[in-house]
């Protein structure tokens, strides 16, 4: 197969559940594959940048918020949800599958630095996500496709 490292951005949504069984049905069975399922946690979602400097340099500095228990917990969370999914979409597959999440301003940037820090060659997700509104694109595939330079497979 010629992608090697597939990015499912994972938001929990039943569109990003399709998006895993997608590239698990893709390239579950090559064994130099790696599906990497990553949840982006928006700044603002963690907590505002202190005055000193940010909650990046210092997150223990957030009045005590345990940074790395909420991302733990968060990772813990995606690994049980995706488990049915894994379960049916891999079939036997050999693929090595990461789960991960990483904090950034937005999901979209979260996204698009992760294509770069990590060699992606494919983006598979869902069409729609979380959100309540229908349409055609929500707004982070539709940033993504736009940002990021490798191929973006959409999933309903
Ligand atoms: P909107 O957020 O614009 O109201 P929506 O929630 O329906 O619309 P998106 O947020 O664009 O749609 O979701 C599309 C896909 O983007 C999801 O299926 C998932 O693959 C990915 N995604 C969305 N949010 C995140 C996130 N925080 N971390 C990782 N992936 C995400
Ligand atoms: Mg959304």
């Known amino acids: 197969m010629l992608f ?6 994972y938001d929990e949504s039943e569109h990003a559940r399709s998006a895993l069984h ?6 579950g069975d090559d064994g130099d594959a790696r599906v990497h399922v990553v949840s982006v946690v928006s700044v603002g979602a963690v907590g505002a940048p202190s005055l000193s400097g940010g909650a990046f340099d210092d997150p223990y500095a957030m009045g005590g918020f345990d940074y790395d228990a909420m991302m733990g917990a968060l990772v ?18 050999v693929c090595r599958v990461d789960v991960n999440a990483v904090v950034a301003p937005s999901a979209v940037e979260g996204i698009a630095d992760y294509v770069e820090s990590h060699g992606i060659d494919l983006v598979v997700m869902g069409r729609r996500g979380l959100g ?22 959409t999933v309903k």
């Open 76 to 93: 813990q969370r995606m690994r049980t949800d995706m488990e049915r999914v894994i379960a049916d979409a891999r079939d036997g597959a």
């Open 22 to 27: 997608v590239a698990l049905g893709m390239v």
């Open 132 to 153: 309540a509104l229908r349409g055609m694109l929500g707004s982070v595939s539709f940033g993504v496709l736009r940002s990021v330079d490798v191929p973006v497979l």
């Open 4 to 9: 090697k490292n597939v990015l499912v951005p």
